[in-house]
């Protein structure tokens, strides 16, 4: 209530005070100063309550003359509606927003992404970036969409248009808006300009001025992050978080009070400040001392920009108030409006100031077509001014007021009255005109040298204004817009004329360049300028008589030039009776210039002339008479022979930046209003020009006159070659004028016939990608290539596989309009076509002639321009040339050169066709053919001569398909002549039967030769090619590992009919069948010589990688340490962290890997970065063969060959049974615990004293059943058993390496179960057979990690063995003395049986004697661990599923009957079982859930014992399920899983009653343990959206959870867990084992036991993780409809999913390749800068 009262109160005491506004003021100087800068860490939400109460209050109580609540609601009932439909949202650095290419009228109409998901450009060509910052949302500006300028949100409905703009204030609210606003807003303005730091203006100036003043550090762009905080940590004695803190927010805020004080102490504060950055940078921080009272009037003043901002919110009335007030000319003093005053001070101000003034004109002003106006009028105004300050200023330019130009000269009413009534073009160029002045040289011109970079960006930046303005022609020209329009054209001209001719260059002899000059500058202005240009021309092209004025103010500018004058008087020069009466001028010897922007600029305003007929009025305004075409022409001839000479190589001397700027000039960036405008030019004068008189002028300037009047020779091979090298340029420049008709004016095409040819040409190259193309094309000031309306016409696509991208190929019907001579091809470009074609048509068997295609007709004002193709001096030119080749005069010609003259011959001739296919022959005046048979033949040098001589001529045979083809010609043009032919059309290929018989012959017997030679060549290609197939796909495998499948049948034949056992299928037991897949005699990689493996041979190993895994994980995100009392003997049921053993699949010598891993040790040491690559320490290594990243070596170990008899076998069963052998097994292990507790006390007792008798023949009957000696291997074989046990052990449980701890065997056992698990989940996954769809190198290593984990044993402590065997059985049977065992609910099964079949055979064990179970004893061993470890596991499914869906079909089979018996016994020893569930449902349930476990039981075995498994298993099964006889007949188990628990009801029923009186087990059905159901879920990656902006727009929403600044932040996505986190951002990083990670890496480890797969959203890219070391980036699986990728969105356009790829990540991962994956990534990119990929 307090509040509302104080409001009341004061507002009636303003309202009533005689002048409002001071009495408003008043209260302010009086209570701004208690609410602000009372300490020097202020508590910001208690001020901004009271700020709220005291001062907020009130002035929107005064406001609305009552409760601002009530008034506010007042005002939206009658106001509703009306409110702004715009949506105005200003964007941050790095927010993605939306154009639509179909829509938007410019590419700087952009969405926000809310704007952009509801409104109908979503399925439009749209594209996206990165915003800059600043700029705003153009949703509902009408004026900046052709289609669909409101999103839904925004959409005012159809009968409000926007222009509600109305003022419906009632007049009281009005007239103290007005009041209010004027005053707090000049207030506003007035505190932020304020200069003064002690004292305020007399109105706000306080009672008592108090002693407390602010030292206040502002950020600049000269000092970095760490200068400032080494700074303040000096001289303010703060710590570092606190320095840190500072800095941040003074780069964020522009400013921050680092001290509050007395003014001494702030002053030396300052001075401390001062003297300490300026040691660092010579330059001092700025820093400035404020009366608390002052700093207090300027927060308050930037508070109000953010209250105005919701003030004016609530009404259009409102705004259009505030508005008035801002643009209203001050009543008192200056004239200047506020809004002017803010806007020249801008570069004056703070970041955080300009900020909130900025944002507060996107919200009033521009919102308002009326005030945007205005606005704009003001803006243009100051231009000047605003951009000599921005130029001044170190500031970004996304936070200067200059930024705002974009919103307001794009709009096209706004852009045509600014030209009209602000003159604005000519604004924009005065203004360039004067930043670049200091450029110019004493001629007038620009001169660059020296020149300041930054600066000359920021001038730059004024250009894009002149662009915004021009960007949308008039459609209806006014007299005004004509005035003004010229009137900058003029301005623009002067411009031009600084560039005309600057920077010239003169060809250096002798010595080279001392000092490369510069060109850039040049340049970038001319990239600059390009689009300008082009957009100057289609403004006047609009309008006949602003084009006919403008080419006239053109030319004149271009005759007042006097560039480059000529130094000599006219001279005569004679050539075929020709007279050409010209000055001379050599480009090698005078000065030159590349920059030609006016001669440019008239030829293409002159082609515009000519395409829409208004040349004809040309006479009316330049005089026909002056216009003298050869000086027109002269300027852009020096320049195209200035790039001849380059190219051959006469300006060597001249250094490296004349190459680059002849490499622009014809460049796709560049080349449209440079080289392609001095072509035109050139055209222009042909068609003007005597024709004879027009080459001999370009022979002139080529320097090649006087050789081709045969008047000089030379000797020199030097001017011999760069005559030859001219004369091909030459030649190839008339083919380039007579040739290239494609520009609407020259002939009538459009500007898709333009697109359509050059994407042809970019075809006939190779296929490609659309992004290749696109970057291959001119783009046009909106980025669009016209690609689009093309590419489906002329090309087909080619869609990507799962690397790679998408390719257009060129469709057949369009070959023929391939030129070799192309303009626009490079030189390279250009023999690659060339190269392409022929091959292409020697395939097709066609010949090799690469004819001119067909050229468009000339448009009228050019059609003079073909008598070129037959004058005198061309014909002898041609002849010329010929002559050499036929003389074979060796460098006197060369194959290019006659290539390009038989070009041209070609040209001619398919001219003279042309003309005689459209008109009466004897009117036709083209004469080629004739001239070319008569001139000269009197000697038999006629041209035709020439041509028939060099038909046979061996020198020529690559020519020699255009030379029979030109002759063809002469025929055909012979027939047409004399109409002895057909008259309409004479294809080629019917003249090749007028061929003599013998000349078909011969090229019957050529053509065949040729098609068997490419034959040939296509059968050696496979050949090569398969090879390298072959060897790039068995690099991974290494030669001799046994073919899984083939081989074991041949051998198993081989045995089985030796043996004559029937080949049981049968892995383990009794019937266990014979094992045929031993090791075969290997090659070392390394030395290249075979070896068998064999216990006592010397040891071969297996590259291989160890790494924790989280691929099986039932609950991710769980950790399991030693460190945290984890047991490693029992893998937890959730398989939360595995130890995979992968392996490359090659095999060494262990002593070769040795030297090799030793040499790698010593010279990677020294290598820069290649920590990054492998981790020395840690024992990494490359695979030598394949690169793979590895960590240790597997030793082969042979496998023991089981043979036995199977009578025998028989009868040990029959006195093995399974409640014996447990007997046995339990007092073996009784007895072995027994005499070790003896060993310790009693000294050299024997063992078995300890013992009684009977239980001494207990102890050691388990011998009695078959024992043997244990294989000894050699000395290597063991020591890399303890090589790779040891490397095991430290990574799977990330210890310190130590061979002694008991853990190792464990490890061991577990990695081979983890691996087996891994890989049985990835065959289910990839739908693959169990057996046979393995890799050879996936097969070769599993089988080597289970053989090495079975010989762990051998190498470990026996005690140490055979108390974890003990331990292990424990969870099965009572064992004596062993407690605390988990439940069966409590570990994973697989990995028991694993532990348990590769520990048993320690129990054989004797102290003098080492024994180990005989093939019978290990049969029954294996048969009996698995029996009861499989109805363990069983009972574990059905305790687990027992609330599942009950399956209907309840058919009471066996196995149902079975099912339902052993569930009614565990319901009886059980509590919380659900009752009624039928055997049917049971069985299935267990079968299903038991299925992976057996799948894995059966690798396992097969390894182990090397049974081959039944051809059941090796093919694809319709369902999982369906196999499981095959598997249970291979694994020796009953068909019938549960008949198990009937076979062995004696033993069995006992242990399950243990089994379920555990604790464990009643929790866990009664739900208060977290249990694993059976079959696992299988882990995939998570599911991504289709449409990659919705993934956009998710990470739009993104909050970082550590911080709340409105940062740009990098969301970043776990593919495997699918959290967001934000990466590579400060906030975020934490403490991982001491160091400062970001949140990937922390998250990684924890997430993927550190490995990671993460999607940067906003870079649209993949990070792999390995480590924290370790990463990589990889492409995203989104692809755009092209088919390609687009990393850092730069391309912008729309992207989908592709699963396909996203398929490959997945299998990446669950394979665990992405180790592999970034080592290979990193090798090929040989980092040289580190990425701090722990940072992410
Ligand atoms: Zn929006
Ligand atoms: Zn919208
Ligand atoms: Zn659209
Ligand atoms: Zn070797
Ligand atoms: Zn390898
Ligand atoms: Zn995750
Ligand atoms: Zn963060």
Not at 75 to 101: A, I
Not at 401 to 422: C, H, K, M, W
Not at 708 to 734: A, H, P
Not at 953 to 981: H, Y
């Amino acid at each position: 209530m307090a509040e509302s009262q104080s409001g009341e109160l004061f507002s009636t005491k303003w309202q009533e005070a005689s002048n409002r506004g001071a009495a408003i003021l008043s209260h302010l100087g009086e209570h701004v100063p208690l609410l602000y800068c009372l300490e020097a860490e202020p508590q910001q939400r208690e001020e901004e309550q009271k700020v709220e109460e005291h001062l907020l209050f009130p002035l929107e109580w005064f406001l609305f003359g009552e409760d601002p609540h009530v008034g506010l609601e007042k005002l939206q009932q009658c106001d509703s509606g009306s409110s702004s439909q715009q949506c105005g949202r200003v964007f941050k650095e790095g927010e993605t927003v939306y154009s639509c290419r179909d829509c938007a009228i410019d590419p700087t109409c952009v969405l926000c992404m809310e704007c952009f998901q509801k409104s109908v450009h979503k399925s439009h060509r749209y594209k996206m970036h990165a915003s800059a910052g600043g700029g705003f949302c153009d949703c509902g500006d009408l004026e900046a969409w052709k289609t669909g300028p409101c999103c839904s949100q925004h959409d005012p409905g159809t009968s409000v248009a926007m222009e509600t703009d109305e003022c419906t204030l009632d007049s009281g609210l009005e007239e103290r808006a007005q009041t209010l606003f004027r005053v707090l807003l000049r207030y506003t303005v007035d505190m932020l300009v304020w200069k003064e730091t002690d004292e305020l203006q007399e109105e706000l100036k306080p009672k008592v001025k108090e002693d407390k003043y602010f030292c206040v550090l502002y950020n600049d762009e000269h000092h970095s992050y760490d200068h400032v905080i080494y700074t303040l940590q000096r001289a303010i004695r703060c710590d570092q978080t606190e320095a840190q803190t500072y800095t941040a927010l003074i780069d964020r805020e522009g400013r921050r009070a680092v001290k509050r004080g007395t003014l001494r102490s702030c002053q030396q504060a300052k001075d401390s400040i001062r003297s300490n950055s300026e040691q660092l940078t010579q330059q001092p921080l700025r820093v400035e001392i404020l009366n608390t009272a002052v700093m207090a009037h300027q927060i308050f003043a930037l508070r109000l920009g953010t209250w105005f901002q919701k003030i004016i919110g609530y009404s259009v009335g409102l705004r259009q108030v505030f508005c008035q007030v801002a643009l209203d000319p001050c009543v008192d003093g200056d004239k200047l409006s506020l809004i002017s005053r803010v806007m020249l001070h801008d570069a004056g101000l703070y970041k955080g100031a300009r900020k909130v003034i900025h944002e507060l004109i996107f919200s009033s002003l521009l919102m308002d077509t009326e005030y945007k106006r205005q606005f704009a009028m003001k803006f243009t105004e100051h231009y000047k001014q605003l951009q000599e300050d921005f130029i001044s200023d170190d500031h970004q330019r996304n936070i200067s007021v200059t930024a705002l130009s974009v919103q307001i000269f794009t709009v096209p009413t706004l852009a045509r009255q600014l030209i009209e009534e602000g003159n604005v073009i000519k604004v924009i160029i005065d203004t360039v005109m004067e930043m670049m002045r200091e450029h110019l040289d004493s001629n007038g011109r620009f001169h660059f040298q020296g020149y300041n970079s930054d600066k000359f960006f920021r001038v730059q930046v004024i250009f894009h204004d002149l662009r915004y303005i021009l960007i949308s022609k008039p459609s209806v020209w006014t007299e005004e817009l004509r005035v003004k329009f010229l009137e900058g054209f003029r301005v623009f001209l002067c411009f031009l004329r600084c560039m005309q001719g600057m920077e010239e260059v003169k060809r250096q002899v002798g010595q080279h360049v001392e000092v490369e000059p510069e060109w850039e500058a040049g340049f970038t202005l001319q990239m600059q300028l390009r689009h300008i240009l082009g957009m100057f021309q289609d403004w006047c092209s609009s309008d006949e008589r602003v084009m006919l004025l403008a080419f006239q103010e053109c030319y004149q500018v271009l005759m007042s030039c006097t560039n480059q004058p000529f130094r000599s008087e006219p001279t005569d020069s004679y050539m075929c009776k020709q007279i050409l009466h010209a000055r001379s001028y050599k480009v090698s010897q005078e000065p030159v210039s590349i920059h030609l922007p006016i001669s440019r600029l008239l030829a293409g305003l002159y082609v515009l002339l000519c395409q829409n007929g208004a040349v004809q009025f040309l006479p009316d305004f330049v005089d026909p008479a002056q216009m003298n075409f050869i000086e027109l022409a002269e300027q852009p001839l020096r320049c195209i022979v200035l790039a001849a000479q380059v190219c051959a190589d006469m300006w060597r001397r001249n250094g490296l930046s004349l190459v680059s700027q002849v490499y622009y000039y014809q460049d796709v960036k560049c080349r449209d209003e440079m080289f392609d405008k001095d072509v035109i030019m050139l055209q222009i004068a042909a068609s003007k020009m005597d024709p004879n008189h027009f080459l001999m002028l370009i022979l002139l300037r080529f320097e090649l006159f006087e050789m081709f009047n045969g008047n000089c020779s030379s000797k020199d091979q030097e001017v011999l070659k760069q005559w030859n090298r001219l004369t091909e340029e030459m030649l190839y420049l008339i083919i380039i004028i007579v040739g290239e008709r494609y520009v609407p004016g020259i002939s009538d095409v459009s500007k898709e016939d333009v697109t359509t040819r050059e994407v042809i040409h970019l075809l006939c190259i190779e296929p490609m990608a659309h992004s290749s193309l696109v970057k291959s094309l001119p783009e046009n000031e909106s980025h669009e290539t016209g690609l689009e309306s093309v590419i489906s016409k002329v090309a087909t696509f080619k869609k990507p596989g799962v690397s790679g991208h998408g390719l257009y190929g060129l469709k057949n019907e369009w070959l023929k309009e391939f030129n070799p001579f192309f303009y626009h091809y490079s030189r390279p470009q250009h023999s690659k076509a060339e190269e392409a074609q022929k091959k292409r048509r020697t395939q097709e068997g066609s010949d090799k002639a690469l004819r001119p295609p067909v050229p468009p007709p000339f448009c009228p004002a050019f059609s003079s321009m073909v008598h070129l193709l037959c004058c005198d001096v061309f014909i002898h030119v041609l002849r010329r040339v010929l002559q050499k080749a036929v003389e074979d005069r060796s460098n006197r010609w060369t194959e290019p050169m006659i290539q390009r003259a038989l070009h041209l011959v070609a040209q001619a001739l398919l001219e003279e066709k042309t003309q005689l296919q459209g008109s009466n022959p004897e009117d036709v005046t083209f004469e080629f053919s004739l001239k070319a048979q008569k001139i000269g033949s009197e000697h038999g040098k006629s041209l035709f001569h020439f041509l028939s001589k060099m038909k046979s001529l061996p020198s020529l045979e690559a020519q020699k398909d255009m030379i029979t083809w030109n002759l063809q010609m002469f025929e055909v043009v012979k027939c047409l002549r004399e109409k002895s032919g057909p008259v309409v059309s004479f294809p080629i290929h019917q003249s090749k039967s007028e061929e003599s018989v013998q000349d078909k012959e011969k090229a019957e017997r050529k053509r065949k030769a040729e098609a068997a030679k490419a034959h040939r060549q296509k059968i050696m290609a496979q050949m090569s090619a398969m090879q390298k197939n072959f060897i790039e796909s068995n690099k991974m495998l290494y030669d001799n590992v046994p073919e899984s499948s083939s081989q074991s049948e041949t051998t198993a034949t081989v045995e089985s009919s030796r043996m004559d056992v029937d080949d049981s299928r049968v892995a383990l037991g009794p019937q266990q069948g014979v094992c045929c897949t031993d090791w075969e005699a290997l090659t070392c990689i390394l030395c290249q010589e075979e070896q068998e493996v064999q216990a006592q041979a010397p040891a071969m190993v297996l590259t291989a990688c160890v790494q924790r895994s989280t691929v099986l994980t039932q609950c991710r995100g769980k950790t399991l340490s030693v460190k945290d009392q984890y047991y490693p003997l029992f893998m937890p049921p959730d398989l939360a962290v595995g130890t995979h053993t992968g392996s490359c699949g090659h095999v060494m010598h262990a002593t070769c890997w040795q030297k090799y891993f030793e040499a790698v040790q010593n010279t990677t040491r020294n290598r820069l970065h290649a920590e990054l690559l492998i981790d020395l320490e840690n024992g990494e290594y490359m695979c030598p063969l394949c690169k793979s990243l590895c960590n240790t070596v597997i030793p082969l170990i042979p496998v023991e060959a089981c043979q036995f008899d199977y009578d025998s076998a028989e009868l040990v069963g029959q006195h093995l049974t399974l409640s014996r052998w447990i007997q046995i097994l339990v007092s073996r292990i009784r007895g072995l615990k027994a005499a070790r507790e003896a060993d310790n006390s009693e000294q050299g007792a024997d063992q078995a004293t300890a013992l009684s008798v009977e239980e001494q023949a207990d102890f050691r009957s388990i011998l009695s059943f078959g024992v043997q000696e244990p294989p000894k291997f050699c000395h290597s074989i063991t020591e890399m058993l303890v090589v790779c046990a040891t490397t095991v052990h430290r990574v799977g449980l990330q210890m310190a390496p130590n061979d002694l701890c008991p853990y190792v065997p464990v490890m061991s056992w577990n990695t081979c179960a983890y691996t087996i698990q891994a890989i049985e989940n990835m065959l289910q996954e990839e739908g693959k057979a169990l057996f046979g769809s393995l890799q050879n190198r996936q097969l070769a290593g599993l089988k080597a990690v289970v053989q090495f984990s079975a010989a762990q044993r051998l190498k470990s402590s026996h005690a140490v063995v055979q108390q974890h065997f003990a331990n292990m059985l424990a969870v099965l049977l009572p064992v004596p003395n062993v407690e605390d065992t988990p439940s069966i609910l409590e570990v994973d099964f697989f990995h028991l049986l694993v532990g348990l079949v590769l520990s048993i055979p320690v129990l054989y064990q004797e102290e003098a004697v080492d024994l180990q179970p005989s093939a019978i004893s290990t049969a029954y061993n294996h048969l009996h661990v698995l029996h009861l470890v499989t109805m363990g596991h069983m009972l574990q499914v059905l305790l687990t599923s027992h609330d599942c869906a009950v399956i209907g079909g309840a058919e009471e089979s066996d196995e149902a009957q079975a099912a339902a018996a052993l569930y009614s016994f565990v319901s009886q020893h059980t509590d919380g079982l659900r009752s009624g569930v039928s055997g049917f449902t049971v069985a299935e349930t267990v079968k299903r859930g038991v299925l992976p476990f057996l799948r894995s039981a059966a690798l396992f075995f097969s390894c182990l014992t090397g049974v081959p498994p039944p051809e059941e298993l090796s093919i694809v099964a319709e369902s999982p399920e369906s196999q499981l006889p095959f598997i249970c007949s291979y694994l020796a188990l009953p068909c019938n899983l549960f008949q198990l628990f009937q076979d062995h009801r004696d033993v069995i029923t006992p242990l399950m009653k243990r089994w379920c009186e555990n604790t464990a087990i009643s929790k866990a059905l009664k739900g208060e343990m977290h249990i694993i159901r059976y079959p696992r879920k299988r882990n995939r990656l998570i599911d991504l959206p289709e449409d990659y902006s919705v993934l956009l727009n998710q990470a739009s929403h993104f909050k970082c959870p550590n911080s709340s600044d409105d940062e740009r932040k990098h969301p970043t996505l776990c593919l495997l867990c699918g959290v967001m986190l934000c990466a590579q951002s400060p906030c975020c990083q934490v403490q991982l084992n001491g160091e400062d990670v970001g949140a990937c890496t922390a998250h990684a480890a924890t997430c993927g036991a550190g490995v990671g797969m993460f999607l940067r959203v906003r870079e649209c890219e993949i990070v792999l993780m390995a480590s924290r070391t370790r990463g990589s980036p990889y492409p995203a699986p989104y692809l755009d409809d092209y088919g390609e990728t687009d990393p850092q969105l730069g391309r912008g356009n729309p992207l989908h999913l592709s699963p396909e790829r996203y398929r490959k990540l997945l299998n990446m991962w669950q394979q665990h390749c992405i180790l592999e994956e970034i080592a290979r990534s990193l090798e090929v990119l040989n980092v040289m800068f580190a990425f701090e990929w722990q940072m992410l």
